[in-house]
């Protein structure tokens, strides 16, 4: 099963819009911008497992989990991984349908939220 972290993108729009820059960013030039990123990774041969990203999800009980998927697609819809709809993930993201992932690629020093 795909899961999309909708309105990723979004947020991050939301984020900027709220520091104290005059520009306005639109969606399409985050998200280019996080695919330069992503394709490097890709291409660097230091990196291991460059579309690997920690989400992190809240269960029925508010208690925060956070676990390392493969991401498998992006675009301004937000991010899609593969997960098991019964698992605690699966679980966690129909009761709280909101997550938050984090790509780290060290070898590169860049991060990304």
């Known amino acids: 099963m795909v899961k999309a972290l909708g309105g990723y993108f979004s947020r991050m729009i939301d984020a900027h819009q709220r520091c104290r820059v005059a520009a306005r960013i639109p969606i399409w030039f985050l998200v280019e911008g996080f695919r330069r ?36 697609g992006f675009d301004a819809r937000g991010i899609a991984f593969y997960t098991n709809r019964e698992s ?25 939220r």
């Open 37 to 72: 990123w992503f394709d490097a990774a890709h291409e660097a041969t230091t990196v291991p497992n460059p579309n690997a990203m920690s989400v992190a999800t809240v269960d029925p009980d508010g208690r925060p989990s956070v676990r390392v998927v493969l991401c498998r």
């Open 88 to 112: 605690r993930k699966g679980d966690a993201l129909r009761v709280h349908p909101r997550a938050c992932a984090n790509f780290h690629w060290d070898q590169l020093d860049r991060q990304i």
